[in-house]
């Protein structure tokens, strides 16, 4: 068994629940992750209540190594994203006993 959910599964499970077609389904998801992608790519924050949080953060440049060689290099800054799991959703993953 697969455990990886794609975008093809996530479609095929709106097709299924909905009753629209599968194209709709299909650009319903494309427009949704466009939508999420750019809210991130703006450096803002996606928050997405019962579910978690997507944080973008800027990383400085570092020092770092090439195990190889072991020859010291400079890693460029670049930007890092995070998600933080919600509490709500923490508490189902994790139910006290």
């Known amino acids: 068994m ?7 599964n996530i479609v095929e499970a709106i097709y299924e629940r ?3 077609n599968r194209l ?3 650009e319903a998801v494309e427009k949704l992750l466009a939508i999420m992608k750019n809210a991130i790519k703006k450096d ?9 949080k997507f944080e973008c953060y800027d990383k400085a ?3 770092g190594r090439n195990p190889q060689t072991r020859e010291t290099i400079i890693l ?3 930007k ?5 799991l ?8 994790n139910p006290q006993k």
């Open 86 to 93: 919600s509490r709500k959703f923490r508490s189902e993953l």
């Open 76 to 78: 460029p800054p670049r």
């Open 80 to 84: 890092v994203i995070v998600f933080r």
């Open 2 to 8: 697969d455990k990886t959910l794609t975008k093809a």
């Open 44 to 52: 803002h924050d996606l928050l997405i209540s019962g579910f978690g």
């Open 18 to 20: 909905t009753g629209t």
């Open 61 to 63: 440049s570092r020092r």
């Open 24 to 26: 709709d389904a299909r």
